[in-house]
């Protein structure tokens, strides 16, 4: 079975550009989650949806937004590019809404580059 | 508030040597423990997880033990390969307000020299 799937793999974007990524779970998981890794440190937590909605929303401004398909599919946007919103976006799906242990499988990032 | 803290690295040692990273952390309620692994140019892998105090997660050759009275989950393998060579992370969930979502350390840098 397919892993966890996002593209593009790589964008370069100017400021005050917009941006969609986009990632496809794991066959069968319904939940997705978006976490934001800048270089050097741990992955940040943005989003989780879970069965279409959002579950969850880490300290991110509004710009950032998100939304699941019916296919469980889902996408990130960002509004108005910042020079600091350059990172590696990941994109994390599990089966459930994981109270406890959670098991999330990520795909490969996207990696954006804001100019 | 909920956090996790590793060792700083990068950590380098020799091939076939002992492996500890240490990883404590700060939670309300009653967490579970996980070890992520990102090797170079990849995506994070689960590397093992444990759910309650005293459970003891396992694989590759890594261990980890849950000890909620030292709230730390510290990485070891005992006979480590270059192959080892990635960035460690210890992460929680399943705290409350953020049950949802992983609370990450900021990673260990391991460097395997052969």
């Known amino acids: 079975d397919a892993g966890v799937t996002q593209s593009p793999t790589h964008l370069i974007k100017t400021r005050g550009q917009h941006v969609t990524l986009r990632c496809s779970p794991i066959s069968g998981h319904k939940s997705v989650s978006w976490y934001q890794q800048v270089l050097g440190q741990g992955p940040q937590f943005i989003f989780q949806y879970y069965e279409k909605e959002e579950r969850g929303r880490g300290n991110f401004p509004d710009r950032f937004s998100a939304r699941q398909f019916p296919n469980y599919s889902s996408e990130l946007n960002v509004n108005a590019l910042l020079l600091g919103d350059s990172a590696l976006y990941l994109c994390?799906?599990?089966?459930?809404?994981?109270?406890?242990?959670?098991?999330?499988?990520f795909g490969p990032g996207t990696r954006l580059t804001v100019t | 508030g909920n956090s996790v803290t590793q060792m700083e690295g990068p950590v380098t040692l020799s091939e076939e040597a002992f492996l500890t990273i240490n990883c404590t952390y700060t939670?309300?309620?009653?967490?579970?423990l996980f070890w992520y692994v990102q090797y170079p140019g990849e995506g994070l892998q689960l590397l093992l997880k444990a759910t309650k105090a005293d459970d003891k997660g396992s694989n590759k050759g890594f261990e980890a033990t849950y000890r909620k009275e030292t709230t730390s989950f510290h990485l070891e393998k005992g006979s480590v390969q270059v192959s080892d060579s990635a960035v460690y992370f210890c992460a929680l969930s399943g705290v409350f307000r953020s049950n949802y979502q992983l609370i990450w350390g900021a990673g260990t840098k391991l460097i395997i020299k052969p």
């Open positions: 994390a799906s599990s089966l459930s809404r994981g109270q406890g242990s959670n098991e999330q499988y």
């Open positions: 939670a309300t309620g009653y967490p579970s």
